[in-house]
């Protein structure tokens, strides 16, 4: 939506440890949505990313016979249809049968309520847009609405981390919302096609934006915006269009990276001016409804090791007690325990009642608030 251009573009899939591990993430979710919590973790081969899933607290996720996990859609441009194309396929196994007029996604999660479609996306971290500006979710949620005969739909990005609860964010859609999604998807097509087209006819590279997006465009390593970047970094010379439609070659790059490191003494001054000002006058403005500016974070809950111990053996035997007992204890390491406990069952009940004992006996206490300069959506009302 924000770069048309880089559908057009050569793409290339990622093959790295992150995009890896989220692959085998998202199959563990669909397990425990199709099968159940114990025999997902039972298809988890590794022990550490057995104990990492098994901290997950499925009872704020969309899992459970109720919901339907990686399924692929396909909406019609032409005909306005919605068409389901598999479940727990990969993406060219999914995508294959598309025809030239159909737009094609993947849901971690849909559901179908009495009164609306649900589609869900997990994403890891803090870096994708919520809800609210997430066209992909939206997409989803307008396909399933089509494709289930439903007048209203939510959208919902839920965030996974490591250390805390998943948290949700959510958007209701409407019958209009619907219809300006379905009608986005149609302008979007029709100038996908025709950057397809130019390019094609008369080799002149589409119009391209750069932004937040390009993080995990699969176009990057092909988009002249990106590697006209380090030709000029390796030159200091402006390029023509041709210019910037060469493949990079090794020995640009090595000229670069040498400049690079120049470069980066540079920027990291430029970025600690930047974040002194936004310290200083307050919020700047990035656009999309983003800012950059200082933001309170509330220090993490920590448990007192001598007291958690003692709970712990009390409420579930000595041996819990020391395999879930450090020196220190997170919440999320006394999560972890329980859950290994309970051999995946959920254990939220058992977690609030050795929360509230240690918290009773004065085994908890709280890390210092922290401030930092980031970037996040600014209120409406700010």
Known sequence: MHCPGGAVLPHTDRDDAA???????????????????????????????????????????????????????????????????????????????????????????????????????????????????????????????????????????????????????????????????????????????????????????????????????????HCPVQTALVRRIATGAELDTMEMMLPLSKEIAGVAYGRLRQAEAMLARVRSAIYALAKREGPIPLGDGLVLGEREHRGNEVLDGKVAHAVITELFGGDLANEATEFTMTKAGLRRALRVHAAGQPTSADEKRALALIRQRGGAGRKPDTTRIEEFERDAND
């Not at 727990?88 to 609306?116: C, F, M, N, W």
């Not at 939206?138 to 007048?151: I, Q, T, V």
């Open 19 to 221: 995009a890896a591990a989220g692959t085998r993430l998202h199959a563990f979710l669909q397990a425990a949505t199709e099968v159940g919590r114990a025999d997902a973790l039972g298809q988890v081969d590794d022990d550490d990313e057995r104990a990492t899933f098994a901290a997950i607290d499925l009872d704020a996720l969309p899992v459970g016979a109720s919901y339907a996990a990686e399924v692929a859609l396909a909406f019609d441009v032409t005909t306005g249809r919605v068409r389901e194309l598999g479940r727990g396929l990969s993406r060219a196994e999914a995508y294959r049968t598309l025809t030239p007029t159909e737009i094609g996604g993947t849901a971690d999660v849909l559901a179908l309520a009495p009164d609306h479609a649900l589609a869900a996306d997990y994403k890891r971290g803090r870096s994708a847009p919520p809800a609210t500006r997430n066209w992909q979710v939206r997409f989803l949620a307008m396909a399933a609405a089509k494709l289930w005969g439903r007048s209203t739909a939510r959208a919902a990005v839920i965030q996974l981390a490591a250390s805390s609860s998943p948290s949700w964010s959510v958007v209701d859609l409407d019958v209009f919302d619907l219809e300006e999604i379905a009608d986005r998807m149609r302008e979007l097509h029709s100038i996908v096609t025709a950057a397809a087209e130019t390019v094609t006819s008369h080799e002149i590279v589409p119009h391209l934006r750069a932004g937040e997006w390009c993080r995990h465009c699969p176009a990057y390593l």
